[in-house]
Antibody
Framework: EVQLLESGGGLVQPGGSLRLSCEAS????????MSWVRQAPGKGLECVSS????????YYADSLMGRFTISRDNSKNTLYLQMDSLRAEDTAVYYC?????????????????WGQGTLVTVSS | DIQMTQSPSSLPASVGDRVIITCRAS??????LNWYQQKPGKAPKVLIY???TLQNGVPSRFSGGGSGTDFTLTISSLQPEDFATYYC?????????FGQGTKVEIK
């Protein structure tokens, strides 16, 4: 059974940092691209960052303006999102999502499994 | 980025109704279109990929169609567990953008 377990969310002051983790099990983690998708309260879904299976290619949403860094450790079956210079508008539930392909730019891909989400609240 | 526009934003319906949600892309995306269902407090779940292929385990009352810029998600006979928000997503190009969502509500 595929499982994705996020952790690391919480309350942080504007300008602060958080590191999200997503521990994967039930599939060969190193074969698949992974993404972080966020959902602000009462809003829709936004893919903020993606990484290919090998960790050699990454995508970031323009809205992040270089403040987040995605990475993965295939030996630990874990995906990360380092979030710096956090702003109120980053407040959201952050989901990690498994891709059905090894590249996030493969048109045939879809997010076939999702974690339960971790809430990040940026507030003073 | 490719913009995805869903209609309607809200859809009041009753159990047993046939429900159709539409999704329009701002440019042609062939059939690289996925549909997700999200229930309150839960993660999204993929229902349909490649515009019309049912994900394993998804009931056959769900179906998808379309190509190019216009797509539909149809629920043939709405069940109580289908009241949820539905999102389309294009996978034609990076970033994989989502529509704004359609909330299927009890009439």
């Amino acid at each position: 059974e595929v499982q994705l377990l996020e952790s690391g969310g919480g309350l942080v002051q504007p300008g602060g940092s958080l590191r999200l983790s997503c521990e994967a099990s039930g599939f060969t983690f190193s074969y698949f691209a992974m993404s972080w998708v966020r959902q602000a309260p009462g809003k829709g879904l936004e893919c903020v960052s993606s990484i290919n299976a090998f960790g050699t290619s990454t995508y970031y949403a323009d809205s992040l303006m270089g403040r987040f860094t995605i990475s993965r450790d295939n030996s630990k079956n874990t995906l990360y999102l380092q979030m710096d210079s956090l702003r109120a508008e980053d407040t959201a539930v952050y989901y990690c999502a498994k891709d059905s392909r090894d590249s996030y730019s493969d048109s045939r891909g879809r997010f076939d499994y999702w974690g339960q989400g971790t809430l990040v609240t940026v507030s003073s | 980025d490719i913009q995805m526009t869903q209609s309607p934003s809200s859809l009041p319906a009753s159990v047993g109704d046939r429900v159709i949600i539409t999704c329009r892309a701002s440019q042609r995306i062939s059939t690289y279109l996925n549909w997700y269902q999200q229930k309150p407090g839960k993660a999204p779940k993929v229902l349909i990929y490649a515009a019309s292929t049912l994900q394993n385990g998804v009931p056959s009352r769900f179906s998808g169609g379309g190509s190019g810029t216009d797509f539909t998600l149809t629920i043939s006979s709405l069940q109580p567990e289908d009241f949820a928000t539905y999102y389309c997503q294009q996978s034609y190009s990076t970033p994989r953008t989502f529509g704004q969502g359609t909330k299927v509500e009890i009439k």
